[in-house]
């Protein structure tokens, strides 16, 4: 099969992207192993899109202090300078997505209800209750379902890139158990995150690091590896004296209590019921990111649990999309809801430049799965929405430009694929046993010591997975070697890089426990 342009993934980046290409005239094809909105990162999304106000340096300056000073000036620039445009013209005026307006009427011409969340010095996000995410996606998947320059084709797996030269020339894929090279005039990389490399993130599970772990194998620049953020508050039934056994198999589901929550004023308070980001932080909850998750972790082995306290706020009138979630966990929000650090975003991942462009010909990389330099050490809550959507829009232009009737046939050798199928169960315990190593060792804070544990036993586990790679074709199979890549690339990043924002190397286990 040929195409101008391959998108490889369906969450906000790939369909702005596939969205761009097709204006700008070009046949575009998107292939993705979603087979239900809810399988891509971006509906999971909670907060909502930043936007810049009237004040645009003030963006660019959360933007850095958040990053720890690391963000490339230049990307932020971009971000900021074209958030306004690209969210009106795709997210407004293209998709006529409702956003929450401020007061009781939703009418035309009302103003904006924006929220405000950590590290933002000002209100700038637009958001759909708590779940803004799925308010976009969907209705974005729908449009360029409906698209005649765009074909999706769901449920389908890339696994690897083809090349010839040093040249990109588009990928082999995998459906409903048949082998089939797409031949691109460009490829976009568009998969998301790594969150399958950890036992406990917010993450679909289908975030298996597929599009940087391809572009490594190709011989793509990755950097920032080390930054992997994690998200203070999410809901943890492991500290809930509700939940009888945490570890069982019905235990509750975690979720993401977003950090709009913590910006309408709720607080975190210890296992012995005191408020302790006000002696951490001049921001007390309001923090970046990385010095919140890191309280939280010290004070939930310090006393036991942390909760966030919603009673100064009425939590089930502004957030009743998370107030259900906490029902059907049976989670009383009046006693405080249990919380605890899970990994959340990757900010390092396939380098790209202004437009996308990888250190290989022809391929690009947008959102999570790609390094901008927007984020440096650590992401401000609400912008990889926004990153999305510009470098996405950017990516799409390029693409398209360079991919209208460049598709190439190139010789390409079929996967081997001749012995039997390995059951369910074998993948399924390997994701455990990197999970648990990834949580214990590479999490919100990590010792030389422990990231030379990580490397030894991930790097026995992707020997076991390419073994059966060679002579199996399986999806689970190429997650399984694309999550032991990733998770690699972090872990020696890590052991590498001094600290910096949400990577954080101690010399030893005991300074873990020691103030900042």
């Given at each position: 099969m040929k195409t101008d342009v391959l998108v490889v993934g369906s969450g906000i980046a790939g369909c702005a992207a596939a969205l761009t290409a097709a204006r700008e005239g070009a046949d575009v094809l998107v292939v993705t192993k979603a087979s239900e909105p809810e399988d891509a990162n971006t509906d999971w999304a909670q907060g909502g899109i930043a936007v810049t106000q009237s004040d645009p340096e003030s963006f660019a300056a959360d933007v850095r202090r958040a990053s720890d000073d690391t963000a490339d000036p230049d990307a932020v620039d971009v971000l900021v300078s074209e958030a306004a445009d690209v969210v009106d013209d795709i997210l407004v005026d293209t998709l006529e997505v409702d956003f929450d307006r401020a007061g009781t009427s939703s009418s035309e011409g009302d103003d904006f209800a924006l929220a405000r969340e950590a590290g933002h010095s000002e209100r700038r996000i637009l958001h759909v209750d708590a779940s803004t995410g799925e308010h976009i996606l969907r209705p974005f998947l729908a449009y360029l379902s409906d698209h005649e320059g765009v074909t999706i084709r769901d449920d389908t797996a890339a696994l690897s890139l083809l090349t010839e030269e040093g040249?990109?020339?588009?990928?082999?894929?995998?459906r409903d158990g048949e082998v089939e090279p797409v031949f691109a005039g460009t490829t976009i990389l568009a998969t998301g995150g790594i969150g399958a490399c950890y036992a406990t993130s917010t993450n679909p599970p289908g975030a298996t690091g597929d599009g940087i772990a391809m572009a490594a194998l190709a011989g793509a620049d990755v950097s920032d590896m080390q930054y992997v953020q994690f998200h203070p508050t999410a809901y943890d039934p492991r500290s809930d004296p509700n939940v009888a056994d945490a570890d069982a198999d019905d235990a509750p589901e975690p979720f993401l209590v977003s950090e709009a929550v913590r910006g309408e004023g709720a607080v975190l308070r210890n296992g012995e019921g005191e408020r302790f980001m006000p002696a951490v932080h001049e921001d007390a909850e309001l923090a970046p990111r990385d010095v919140v998750a890191r309280a939280v972790a010290r004070e939930r082995d310090a006393t036991g649990r942390v909760v966030l306290d919603v009673s100064p706020l009425?939590?089930?009138?502004e957030f009743p999309d998370l107030a259900e979630l906490c029902d059907d966990r049976g989670v009383d929000p009046d006693e405080g809801i249990p919380v605890a650090p899970s990994e959340h975003f990757l900010c390092g991942g396939v380098d790209v430049d202004d437009r996308g462009r990888t250190t290989l010909d022809r391929l690009f990389a947008v959102g999570e799965c790609a390094r901008t330099g927007v984020h440096g050490a650590n992401r401000l809550a609400s912008t990889s929405l926004l990153e999305g959507l510009v470098w996405g829009t950017r990516?799409?232009?390029t693409a398209a430009e360079q991919g209208r009737n460049a598709a190439q046939e190139i010789e390409y050798v079929a996967p081997d694929d001749r012995d039997p199928a390995l059951p369910k169960a074998f993948t399924e315990k390997k994701f455990d046993r990197?999970?648990?190593?990834m949580d214990q060792y590479v999490g919100v804070e990590r010792t030389p010591d422990g990231l030379r544990s990580?490397?030894?036993?991930?790097?026995?586990?992707?020997?076991?997975?390419?073994a059966y790679a060679r002579t199996r074709v399986s999806r689970s199979l190429f997650e399984l070697r694309n999550a032991c890549i990733c998770s690699l690339l972090v872990a020696r990043a890590a052991a590498e890089s001094p600290s910096a924002g949400c990577h954080r190397l101690t010399?030893?286990?005991?300074?873990?426990?020691a103030d900042d």
């Amino acid at each position: 099969m040929k195409t101008d342009v391959l998108v490889v993934g369906s969450g906000i980046a790939g369909c702005a992207a596939a969205l761009t290409a097709a204006r700008e005239g070009a046949d575009v094809l998107v292939v993705t192993k979603a087979s239900e909105p809810e399988d891509a990162n971006t509906d999971w999304a909670q907060g909502g899109i930043a936007v810049t106000q009237s004040d645009p340096e003030s963006f660019a300056a959360d933007v850095r202090r958040a990053s720890d000073d690391t963000a490339d000036p230049d990307a932020v620039d971009v971000l900021v300078s074209e958030a306004a445009d690209v969210v009106d013209d795709i997210l407004v005026d293209t998709l006529e997505v409702d956003f929450d307006r401020a007061g009781t009427s939703s009418s035309e011409g009302d103003d904006f209800a924006l929220a405000r969340e950590a590290g933002h010095s000002e209100r700038r996000i637009l958001h759909v209750d708590a779940s803004t995410g799925e308010h976009i996606l969907r209705p974005f998947l729908a449009y360029l379902s409906d698209h005649e320059g765009v074909t999706i084709r769901d449920d389908t797996a890339a696994l690897s890139l083809l090349t010839e030269e040093g040249v990109v020339r588009g990928a082999v894929t995998l459906r409903d158990g048949e082998v089939e090279p797409v031949f691109a005039g460009t490829t976009i990389l568009a998969t998301g995150g790594i969150g399958a490399c950890y036992a406990t993130s917010t993450n679909p599970p289908g975030a298996t690091g597929d599009g940087i772990a391809m572009a490594a194998l190709a011989g793509a620049d990755v950097s920032d590896m080390q930054y992997v953020q994690f998200h203070p508050t999410a809901y943890d039934p492991r500290s809930d004296p509700n939940v009888a056994d945490a570890d069982a198999d019905d235990a509750p589901e975690p979720f993401l209590v977003s950090e709009a929550v913590r910006g309408e004023g709720a607080v975190l308070r210890n296992g012995e019921g005191e408020r302790f980001m006000p002696a951490v932080h001049e921001d007390a909850e309001l923090a970046p990111r990385d010095v919140v998750a890191r309280a939280v972790a010290r004070e939930r082995d310090a006393t036991g649990r942390v909760v966030l306290d919603v009673s100064p706020l009425d939590f089930r009138d502004e957030f009743p999309d998370l107030a259900e979630l906490c029902d059907d966990r049976g989670v009383d929000p009046d006693e405080g809801i249990p919380v605890a650090p899970s990994e959340h975003f990757l900010c390092g991942g396939v380098d790209v430049d202004d437009r996308g462009r990888t250190t290989l010909d022809r391929l690009f990389a947008v959102g999570e799965c790609a390094r901008t330099g927007v984020h440096g050490a650590n992401r401000l809550a609400s912008t990889s929405l926004l990153e999305g959507l510009v470098w996405g829009t950017r990516a799409g232009e390029t693409a398209a430009e360079q991919g209208r009737n460049a598709a190439q046939e190139i010789e390409y050798v079929a996967p081997d694929d001749r012995d039997p199928a390995l059951p369910k169960a074998f993948t399924e315990k390997k994701f455990d046993r990197l999970g648990e190593t990834m949580d214990q060792y590479v999490g919100v804070e990590r010792t030389p010591d422990g990231l030379r544990s990580a490397r030894a036993r991930i790097r026995r586990l992707k020997g076991e997975a390419d073994a059966y790679a060679r002579t199996r074709v399986s999806r689970s199979l190429f997650e399984l070697r694309n999550a032991c890549i990733c998770s690699l690339l972090v872990a020696r990043a890590a052991a590498e890089s001094p600290s910096a924002g949400c990577h954080r190397l101690t010399q030893s286990e005991e300074a873990i426990h020691a103030d900042d």
